[in-house]
């Protein structure tokens, strides 16, 4: 029986802390955490088993999500249909980033927020990640569009930053000639 992830909600004060730099090499028990994230969140953009097991589609994940203050992050991206990336980065930093802004036009989600919240999230269209890998080598990630957004998003929170903290309140929505929308 497949036992789901305890994801905590947006109510959850350990989501506005700022969490500390992780540790490496990781221990067992946190690379055990990843295979799970991973296996969830796949599972949650594949419909037969996104119903089976009751799951809401998501991307990405951090730790502070499971209520583990580290900086760990992990994003699933489907780059075809049953196709996808797997990307875990510790100790995430974004060290380039493109001056061209986009948002999702049906506006972003979250795993922790369990309502819908309207508006348009600016994010880069490009950025450029560094951090490590599960065994302490250094990576660097190119991310683009979508997948970009979920870095950023994943990164949020590991600065207790929530998506709809950067919804302008006095411009939620953009329009085509504001901003690119994906």
Do not use: W
């Not at 296996?39 to 990405?60: A, C, F, N, V, W």
């Not at 249909?81 to 100790?91: A, C, K, L, R």
């Not at 991310?143 to 919804?167: C, K, P, T, V, W």
């Amino acid at each position: 029986m497949y036992k789901k992830l305890n994801i905590l909600d947006e109510k959850d004060k350990h989501l506005r802390q700022v969490s500390v730099e992780a540790t490496l090499p990781l221990s067992k028990e946190y690379k055990k955490i990843i295979k799970h994230i991973i296996k969830e969140l796949t599972y949650s953009q594949i419909e037969e088993y996104e119903k089976k097991y009751d799951l809401r589609p998501g991307m990405g994940l951090a730790f502070p999500q499971l209520g583990i203050n580290e900086r760990i992050i992990v994003i699933v991206h489907e780059v075809e249909e049953g196709v996808f990336d797997e990307y875990v980065v510790i100790n995430p930093k974004i060290i380039s980033n493109s001056t061209e802004m986009i948002a999702t036009e049906a506006g972003e989600g979250c795993l922790s927020v369990n309502r819908e919240v309207e508006g348009h999230v600016k994010r880069y269209a490009r950025v450029t990640v560094e951090g490590y890998d599960e065994d302490g080598n250094k990576i660097r990630i190119r991310a683009r569009e979508e997948l970009s957004i979920a870095f950023q998003h994943e990164i949020d929170h590991l600065n207790g930053i929530l998506f709809y903290d950067r919804i302008d309140k006095n411009h939620k929505f953009y329009t085509e000639d504001e901003i690119r929308l994906i």
